[in-house]
């Protein structure tokens, strides 16, 4: 039995169909006082699936107040991440209390096991289960599920892109307002090349990211699948017209930026409101490998400015 795809430290896929995967640490979810600030609790979206969930609440004693709601989808490539990783945890629990939000972060199917577009129809399952549990969901009471916002980052910005694609193309109704999309680093991709993909000193980020389309992709598609390459999706321009407004996260030391700046040069010729913003000196996912730190905090609150401003 050999290992026909690997990405190291995280995922191995075997000759015979097995996928193996190795999570980093992770966190258990907890109701108590978390002595930061927040609590959080796993909840079940849907058990067939099945997908699920982490809610993170800010502790406000005395206060019953509505809060907005960010639905956070993780990275990984499609493959691999979840929100029990400590990176996440900390991330969003922490984002909860700086930004005064209620976070639901959602664990959908991966793959190679679930190609897309399960992914986006999990996460899409996710507001409708936001809709239907916000009168009965006890955290959700504080839920104000009129200024809900979406975000992710890596593959899950890519996620983001495309469940509001299928809100404002209308394909079920529900109570649920999105008001904004925040995309950080987001993962997209073509058959096309990008100058700096043709170049020779990215060859190894190209390879992973292309191993990682290769195990997602729908079979039977290339990388100019309307998942992968925005520009393909047949979308009207009234529907343009329904897309949230949106913020960009870049980083300067991201291989990713370039597509982050194509996608947010596409979406201003679409005439959406669009808002680019970048971290100069630091990397992928920095939030996630350093939940804790300056650029960290400094994300937080931009995140929590553009909340707020809607």
């Known amino acids: 039995m050999s290992i026909v795809a690997e990405v190291p430290g995280f995922l191995q896929v075997l000759s015979n169909g097995l996928v193996k995967r190795f999570e980093p640490e992770i966190s258990p979810a907890s109701d108590e006082s978390s002595g930061h600030g927040y609590k959080s609790k796993d909840v079940m979206i849907d058990s067939k699936k099945p997908i699920s969930g982490r809610m993170f609440l800010p502790e406000t004693p005395g206060s019953s107040s509505q809060l907005p709601v960010l639905v956070y989808f993780h990275g990984g490539g499609f493959c691999i991440g979840s929100t029990t990783w400590l990176g996440y945890h900390t991330f969003l629990g922490d984002l909860a209390v700086a930004s005064q939000i209620l976070v ?19 996460c899409f399952s996710s507001l409708e289960w936001l809709s239907e549990q916000a009168s009965s969901e006890p955290w959700l009471q504080r839920a ?33 307002k999105i008001r ?19 170049g020779g000193e990215g060859t190894g980020e190209v390879a ?19 998942g992968c390459n925005f520009e393909m999706a047949a979308i009207s321009q009234v ?29 201003e010729k ?10 100069e000196d630091q990397s992928h996912v920095y939030h996630v490998y ?11 609150k931009q995140m929590s400015e553009f909340i707020h401003s809607f």
């Open 104 to 122: 639901l972060s959602v664990d959908y199917r991966l793959a190679p096991e679930n190609r897309l577009p399960i992914a986006y129809d999990d």
């Open 144 to 176: 104000d599920i009129s200024r809900v916002f979406l975000s992710g980052d890596s593959a899950g910005g890519n996620i983001v892109h495309n469940v509001a694609v299928k809100v404002i193309q209308g394909r079920a109704q529900f109570h649920v």
């Open 180 to 198: 904004g999309l925040l995309l950080i680093h987001p993962y997209f991709g073509s058959e096309e090349r990008t100058e700096k993909e043709k």
């Open 208 to 226: 992973m990211n292309d191993l990682f389309w290769n195990l997602s992709l729908p079979e039977g598609s290339n990388r100019d699948y309307s």
């Open 239 to 267: 529907e343009w017209g329904r897309f949230p407004a949106v913020v960009v996260y870049v980083a300067g030391f991201d291989f990713l930026k370039e597509r982050g700046l194509i996608y947010a040069g596409f979406l």
């Open 270 to 279: 679409k005439r959406v409101e669009v808002k680019l913003v970048e971290a």
């Open 290 to 300: 350093h939940p804790k730190s300056n650029a960290t905090n400094l994300l937080q």
